[in-house]
């Protein structure tokens, strides 16, 4: 694990990977491979952009060129985290979705192949596998059944990542997680746009009934598990990572109101999103018995942390809302 190649490292899971990556093993360096899209924020590492073992690099993964250059440079392993992963976003326009989550995956493992890179995590999503009934849970062998333009690029994405495997031999593992939430996630998505809109007295929209249900992780959490696959993954294979907490959406929204003493009238229902999926929930048992991970952190406690960041830090998220 000396010296990682990490791509999208400006984003939310990336950044959180990269601090603890670099806090914990002293023997790391990073090189990290971001464009700077809207959701790459230079403030998430603003911290350590002076540091002798980071490097960030500017560009984009579809750069053929700039990819192989940086997969020349002695690369130890590479964490590909780069994507475009807002459903809303997707299905008002797919095709950035494609040209980042296909032709970018396929750049990288291409220029990895050539390179021999010995270690290849490809950070996926338990989106690819569509929606659950109201039992059962999502294991590594469930089928792709992807219902938006968003997952269907993960997809795609993961087949690429698969067919490199088997193809070449390329020492590929593949992640799939639930929904992560922490610090310096994008105010976009459910739980930072909640706590955001509720610190300001602003309506909150919720999709439909509220009730599609989500297992969510803490993106501390997973970062560990990713960490644990870099050194003792099983090339070839795919592990999902989950945080054993389903959530009603609704009941998320409730909880934070209650956590910032904020009124449920500040709920507004909106139209549901098109082909919005119902349930997802993740059997991380595989992570479990061969790594012996679990997560560390209880919703309750994690959520309670989360909230209590976006709190202290109101210059972060003012700022990507142009209040700064």
Known sequence: MARLLVTGGMGFIGSNFILQLLQEEPDAEVVNLDALTYAGNPDNLRSVERYPRYRHIRGNICDRALVDQVMGEGIDAVVHFAAESHVDRSIADPRPFIDANVVGTQTLLEAARRHGIPRFLHISTDEVYGTLGPTGYFTETSPLMPNSPYSASKAGSDLIARAYSETYGLPVIITRCSNNYGPRQYPEKLIPLTIIRALQDQSIPVYGDGLNIRDWLHVEDHCRAIRLLLERGTPGEVYNIGGHNEHANLEIVRLIL???????????????????????????????????WMPQYTFAEGLRSTVEWYVQHPQWWRKLLGDA
């Open 258 to 292: 209650q956590e910032l003493g904020k009124p449920e009238s500040l709920i507004q229902f909106v139209a549901d999103r098109a082909g919005h999926d119902r349930r997802y929930a993740i059997d991380a048992g595989k992570m479990s018995r061969e790594l012996g």
